[in-house]
C-alpha cells in the first residue's frame, strides 16, 4: 500500500507545461471536510481560492538552464478565509521562475470552513507537509533540500512564519514518506504578515477569528500563534517586508516581530516602506515606493545562494 500510493503521488505530480500539480496527502487527507472546491475571478485581484477540500502544492518549474535548485513555497494571503491565488500567488511565481527558482504555491485549508475540532491546525499542518513533500520529491525535480523558503503574504505571512517556528522533526521510519524529512525551511519570508494575535488594536482580528473561531479565544491558541512570543534561536534567517500606510495589518505586527528575531539572534532584514499600503503583492503595478521590494529580496536570497 505504502509504494501504491507514492506511485500514485508521483504520477499525479507529472508536469504539464511548466506546472505540474502536487497532493499533499496521497494516503489521506487527515482530518478532512466535505467542502466543494470553490473560487473567482475578480477584475483587479484575478483569481481567488474560496474553499479548499484537497491540499496540495501548485508547482511552477524554471527553464532547467537558469535553474539555481533553490525552491520557494508561496502561501497567498486572504485572512484566513480566501486566498489571493492570482495576486498573490500566480503573479509572484511567474516573477521568481524566471529567476531560476522552483516556486509552489501552497493551496491550504482554509480554517474559517473547517470543523471546530480542525480549525486551528490544518492550515498549519498543510504548510508543514507542503515543506515535507518538496524536500521528498527534491531529487527528481532538481531541487535542493537545504535550500527550501516559504514565502506569505498578510494571514499567509502568519502561516508562513508560523511553519518556520513551530516546525516538524525528521522520522525515517514514519509513514507517509514525506515524514522522513524536516519541516523546517531554511529562509522565511512574511509579506505584511499578521504576526500578532492578541486582543489588541495592532491585532486582525479577522485572522483571529477565522483561525480560532470567535472569542473567547483560547488562551493557549492564542498564545502559540502570537508569533513574537514563539521565537527562538532556531527560526530561520527572516525578510520581513511591510508598508509604513497598512491600514488593514498595521506595521507593528513586523516591528514585533523582527524585535523578537533579534533578541533570539535569528539573522533578519526588515524594510519598511512609506508608502504601499497593503496588499500589493508583486507591487510592479504601482509607482509607490514598495514597488522595489523583490528586487531587496532578491539581492538577499542571492546572498543566502538561492539565485544566481
Given amino acids: 500500500m505504502k509504494y501504491f500510493a507514492l506511485v500514485t ?9 511548466a506546472q505540474s500539480i502536487i497532493p499533499l496527502y496521497p494516503e489521506g487527507i487527515p482530518c478532512a471536510n466535505e467542502l466543494t472546491e470553490e473560487e473567482h475571478m475578480e477584475e483587479h485581484m484575478g483569481r481567488f481560492i474560496t474553499s479548499v477540500h484537497a491540499p496540495l502544492l501548485e508547482h511552477y518549474s524554471p527553464v532547467p538552464q537558469i535553474a539555481t535548485g533553490g525552491a520557494v513555497m508561496v502561501i497567498p494571503g486572504g485572512g484566513y478565509s480566501i486566498m489571493a491565488w492570482g495576486h498573490e500567488g500566480h503573479d509572484i511565481a511567474r516573477h521568481l521562475s524566471v529567476e531560476g527558482l522552483h516556486v509552489f504555491i501552497l493551496r491550504h485549508r482554509l480554517p474559517k470552513n473547517e470543523r471546530p475540532e480542525c480549525r486551528s491546525h490544518v492550515a498549519l499542518d498543510d504548510a508543514q507537509r507542503g ?25 499567509g505571512g502568519h502561516l ?24 523546517r525551511p531554511n529562509l522565511s519570508i512574511p509579506v505584511y504578515p499578521v504576526t500578532i494575535m492578541e486582543d489588541s488594536e495592532a491585532a486582525h482580528r479577522g485572522s483571529i477569528n ?20 514563539q521565537v527562538h534561536a532556531l527560526v530561520p534567517p527572516t525578510f520581513l517586508v511591510h508598508a509604513g500606510d497598512d491600514k488593514a495589518v498595521p ?17 533578519a532584514e526588515l524594510h519598511i516602506y512609506a508608502q504601499g499600503g497593503h496588499g500589493f503583492g508583486s507591487a510592479f503595478q504601482t509607482d509607490l515606493p514598495v514597488r522595489g521590494w523583490i528586487e531587496e529580496m532578491l539581492n538577499w536570497l542571492r546572498g543566502h545562494g538561492f539565485v544566481r
Avoid: C, M
Fill in 160 to 183: 508562513a512564519a508560523s511553519a518556520a517556528i513551530h516546525t516538524l522533526e525528521p522520522d525515517s521510519i514514519a509513514y507517509p514518506a514525506a515524514r522522513a524529512f524536516s519541516s
Fill in 251 to 267: 506595521v507593528e505586527n513586523s516591528l514585533r516581530y523582527y524585535s523578537a528575531l533579534q533578541r533570539a539572534g535569528v539573522p
Fill in 210 to 229: 477565522n483561525l480560532l473561531g470567535p472569542k473567547p479565544w483560547d488562551p493557549d491558541l492564542l498564545e502559540h500563534y502570537n508569533l513574537p512570543g
Fill in 9 to 17: 503521488f508521483l504520477w499525479l505530480s507529472v508536469a504539464v507545461g
Fill in 131 to 155: 515543506i515535507q513533500i518538496i524536500r521528498l520529491l527534491a531529487d527528481s525535480l532538481g531541487v535542493d533540500r537545504e535550500k527550501v523558503a516559504v514565502l506569505g503574504f498578510s494571514a
